[in-house]
DNA sequence: TTCTAGCCTGCAAGCGCTGTCATCGAAGTC
DNA sequence: GACTTCGATGACAGCGCTTGCAGGCTAGAA
């Protein structure tokens, strides 16, 4: 900044409240500022002027994953508004327990950004009361943070209309299937069966455990055995309700296998909106992850700049079920 | 730090000495610094020490999104790594014209950083020029840059040996599928369309221009139209190798859709290993995107601490292929 | 002309760390 | 016992910016 000073021929002074774009610099004084930053390929050190003004530039972001279909796609909503904020974004995904133990222990994003997004991450109560010494404002994504600012759809609700549907279509015995949870790290799925479970109980069904089943991970066969399992039940199910997307897929993956026909056997639906959704003909509740990003930056913005009301503001963004091929109504006879 | 100096009854030079863990300082010492650093829940604080150290303790990465699978598959073998390494991950997705004529405008990276990787990013000569002049180290990933260190996936040998695989399996037309490139920001189809052109050619076939098909992105029918122009040539291919796995995937659908049977009438081979290619039986060549995430940081980091001759150092990680159900040999008589 | 009110601009004091240098005491040497 | 050596610690000068304050200058008012 010296440099561009100099070249200029006034203070530093000057090239950082022109550079800073206040209004107490004369129009000629500020073009000759800006021309000598230009060409000096000037760059602003982001350090000193965070040391003096406390602010960093930066909005750290903490998710559980990077590669999930919702969590990249929350991710570049997030980009773009950020960009266009002037904000840099810092990416903390925590994974494993070490490294969540690490992350909490440590704090790194302390001091390091104005700003932590904590995105689809089941928090303990000890883990909630360490980011609540951060001393940086919060904000919750993709759940529900009483008190705090948070930005998230209604998933009970969401899953309650995806049930609804089912049973509209005609639909007696629903199965639910979610991923079983080896990490502690899932939270929606939750609210995902409480909703299923309250559109089944209002259309005055009774809950039958043996249709909830939790599948595991990516690898094996977890899938193929849930399948044989429900399908082998006494009155099997003529409809899936699965927590996710991804679920689905395997699922019709291993329907197909199974020679089980879709919908004409049984019905599927998902949970998402994922890309892929379209191209296997999947039902889906659609929850707009790239809005959800979005979202988050506004309210971020205006948590950083302590606008009125921000601090406890919770948005809550609409959820569509989006009809495709893979419901229809139970065989006739069923 | 003043305050936890003040706890421990030391000076502020003793407690960064103890928080840096060098070695000059006493064990009591060291305890006592220590336990007032975690009763005070002291986080350092980067700027300042980024002020008089040069570094940041930053890696940003560049890349045109951020939802892909390859991309967020990336980025996840990068996290970990750079935790380990004690580095952040600062993040730019630049997908537009707009936000990429403001990204080489700005350099926001420029001394926000210690390193710069880009990923997958087709860099026009000018582009190339200003990250020159950043004045940090870049660091090249899944694309090869001559002279700088790069991290990558042979594509060309690796569509070689998948081209080779079907002709192996007696297919002799066979088409490939790339997409559309609508924002000059593809860069690998050109190596793996040359990949498979050149096992054409090694096999004694000859290029039929007819056979290499650019589809439109994931909106509208593009996909649909592409089947209906290929297999309504006069002489049909038997085999479609697409770009990349999800190109596979609407093609697969498309297929469905058409009734057309895979294997039986038609082969179909991918390029990615995406995660979904195991649920769809895709046939394909396998990059580690993982791994080259992984890698990326490792290089970055001898980049980064200047060991010999990593300035200069070219990466190359093996592509395998995965041999699935949607290839097989043509139809007899085809 | 002299005075006052603005407008711009420069000066200088830090922001919270790091790293050099000086200091101090204890241990080792002869 | 006097001297050296060395490990451990503190003092202090910045790193590159921002920002309150002071000062110089111009212009309109008296």
């Known amino acids: 900044m010296a440099d561009v000073a100099h070249r200029a021929g006034v203070s530093v002074s000057t090239v950082s409240r022109t550079l800073r774009g206040l209004s107490t610099v004369s129009d000629t004084t500020r073009a000759r500022v800006e021309s000598a930053a230009r060409e000096l390929s000037f760059a602003i050190t982001r350090s000193a002027s965070s040391l003096v003004t406390g602010r960093t530039g930066r909005v750290a972001v903490l998710m559980p994953n990077?590669?999930?279909?919702?969590?990249?796609?929350?991710?570049?909503?997030?980009?773009?508004?950020?960009?266009?904020?002037?904000?840099?974004?810092?990416?903390?995904s925590v994974s494993d327990v070490h490294e969540r133990a690490d992350f909490f222990d440590r704090l790194p994003a302390r001091r390091n950004a104005d700003a932590l997004l904590v995105v689809s991450f089941a928090l303990t109560p000890a883990e909630r009361a360490r980011l609540?010494?951060?001393?940086?404002?919060?904000?919750?994504?993709?759940?529900?943070?009483?008190?705090?600012?948070?930005?998230?759809?209604?998933?009970?609700?969401?899953?309650?209309?995806?049930?609804?549907?089912?049973?509209?279509?005609?639909?007696?015995?629903?199965?639910?299937?979610?991923?079983?949870?080896?990490?502690?790290?899932?939270?929606?799925?939750?609210?995902?069966?409480?909703?299923?479970?309250?559109?089944?109980?209002?259309?005055?069904?009774?809950?039958?455990?043996?249709?909830?089943?939790?599948?595991?991970?990516?690898?094996?066969?977890?899938?193929?055995?849930a399948v044989g399992r429900l399908m082998s039940l006494q009155s099997p199910p003529t409809a899936l309700f699965t927590e996710t997307d991804d679920l689905a897929f395997r699922l019709l993956a291993a329907l197909r296998a199974a020679n089980v026909s879709v919908p004409g056997q049984v019905s599927v639906m998902g949970f998402d909106d994922h890309v892929m959704a379209g191209v296997m003909g999947l039902t889906t509740l659609a929850q707009p992850a790239v809005e959800l990003g979005r979202t988050a930056i506004a309210l971020t913005r205006s948590v950083i700049d302590d606008s009125d009301g921000a601090h406890e503001r919770h948005i809550v963004l609409p959820t569509e079920l989006v009809p495709r091929g893979s419901t229809g109504p139970p065989p006739t006879g069923g």
Chains 1, 2 share one sequence.
Request: proline fraction near 5%; avoid cysteine; charge should be negative.
């Open 66 to 92: 990077l590669a999930s279909w919702f969590l990249s796609s929350a991710l570049s909503g997030m980009a773009p508004a950020l960009r266009e904020a002037g904000l840099d974004l810092l990416v903390y």
């Open 132 to 225: 609540d010494d951060l001393g940086m404002p919060l904000v919750f994504v993709s759940q529900h943070a009483p008190g705090r600012p948070s930005v998230y759809v209604d998933d009970e609700d969401a899953a309650l209309r995806g049930t609804r549907h089912l049973l509209n279509l005609g639909h007696r015995r629903i199965a639910f299937l979610q991923t079983f949870d080896e990490t502690g790290f899932a939270w929606s799925s939750k609210n995902r069966l409480a909703g299923h479970l309250r559109a089944l109980a209002d259309a005055g069904l009774e809950h039958d455990p043996s249709l909830v089943m939790s599948v595991p991970g990516w690898k094996g066969s977890g899938m193929a055995t």
